[in-house]
């Protein structure tokens, strides 16, 4: 685990349990602001941020659980980390891919992304993690940031070493 | 030897995590050595078709595009895989 997150910077200030949000423009707001506030990502990471959703939208549809990764060009960011929110209520994005589908996303994991080839492990790690619904499922289950934290470590050091399905 | 174009939004990102797993699916395959694949923006796609044997994308097919298109989008969720990897070995094997 200490490999696969020894540069991605987590914390519980990055991380909203029970977001409420009307639209996924609010989500990519509220969630920009978290990371703009710790000093993650520049202030032009947050327009960036929902314009490119717009173009290339990144709602996942992981079985019965919606996910999305919303993320931008690297010059908008300081600090290498994500931010993690779960739902209130599902919130409708656009399915990656193909804009004509609509996801209902529960948990959104938005990506502060500067090196992305040293983040190979990370990227990888993360997309085992939408393939397990038990993990997801667990997520949604917190009912603080802490938790969350705690959770999403806790995949990593279980994942090590296992293979991707 | 195969050129595969693997392109992504910003050519970073779900284009890194799915060359990770159709690596190894590859190799794991038989494919080991095989091919090579090369990362870039889906805007640079259409213009670098044309040298590539296929291109696998987490964005919709471009248009115009000089080479077969394969989904990668099955690669980040684990959910309906299959028809891309058939399509992936098909054209690995032409």
């Known amino acids: 685990m200490e490999e696969i997150l020894k540069d991605v910077y987590l914390d519980p200030d990055l991380i909203e349990v029970k977001l409420k949000a009307k639209n996924?423009?609010?989500?990519?707001?509220?969630?920009?602001?978290?990371?703009?506030?710790?000093?993650?990502?520049?202030?032009?990471?947050?327009?960036a941020v929902i314009s490119r959703e717009k173009i290339f939208s990144t709602g996942?549809?992981?079985n019965d659980i919606g996910v999305a990764i919303?993320?931008?060009?690297?010059?908008?960011?300081?600090?290498?980390?994500?931010?993690?929110a779960v739902l209130e209520e599902p919130v409708i994005f656009k399915q990656m891919g193909d804009?004509?589908?609509?996801?209902?996303?529960?948990?959104?994991?938005?990506l502060a992304i500067k090196e992305p080839h040293k983040q190979l492990d990370f990227l990888q790690a993360l997309m085992t993690v939408f393939q397990d619904q038990g993990k997801l499922k667990s997520l949604l289950d917190c009912n603080k940031a802490e938790d969350v934290?705690?959770?999403?470590?806790?995949?990593?050091?279980?994942?090590?070493?296992?293979?991707?399905? | 030897?195969?050129?595969?174009?693997?392109?992504?939004?910003?050519?970073i990102v779900t284009s890194t995590a799915v060359n990770g797993k159709v690596s190894k699916i590859l190799d794991e395959n038989?494919?080991?050595?095989?091919?090579?694949?090369?990362?870039?923006?889906?805007?640079?796609?259409?213009?670098?078709?044309?040298?590539?044997d296929f291109l696998i994308a987490t964005t919709m097919a471009p248009k115009d595009l000089k080479c077969p298109f394969v989904p990668g989008v099955c690669f980040l969720t684990g959910v309906n895989t299959?028809?891309?990897?058939?399509?992936?070995?098909e054209l690995m094997k032409e």
């Open chain 1, 24 to 47: 996924w423009d609010e989500v990519l707001q509220k969630m920009g602001e978290l990371f703009f506030k710790k000093k993650i990502v520049k202030a032009s990471f947050i327009p």
């Open chain 1, 60 to 62: 996942l549809q992981c």
């Open chain 1, 70 to 84: 919303p993320h931008t060009d690297s010059e908008h960011v300081n600090t290498q980390s994500i931010a993690i």
């Open chain 1, 99 to 110: 804009s004509e589908i609509n996801v209902r996303v529960n948990i959104v994991f938005m």
């Open chain 1, 149 to 165: 934290v705690k959770r999403f470590i806790s995949f990593f050091k279980i994942d090590q070493g296992k293979e991707a399905d």
């Open chain 2, 1 to 11: 030897m195969k050129s595969i174009l693997l392109a992504c939004g910003s050519g």
């Open chain 2, 30 to 52: 038989g494919f080991k050595g095989q091919y090579k694949i090369t990362q870039c923006k889906i805007t640079e796609a259409t213009s670098k078709s044309s040298n590539y």
């Open chain 2, 82 to 89: 299959q028809p891309s990897i058939d399509k992936i070995f």
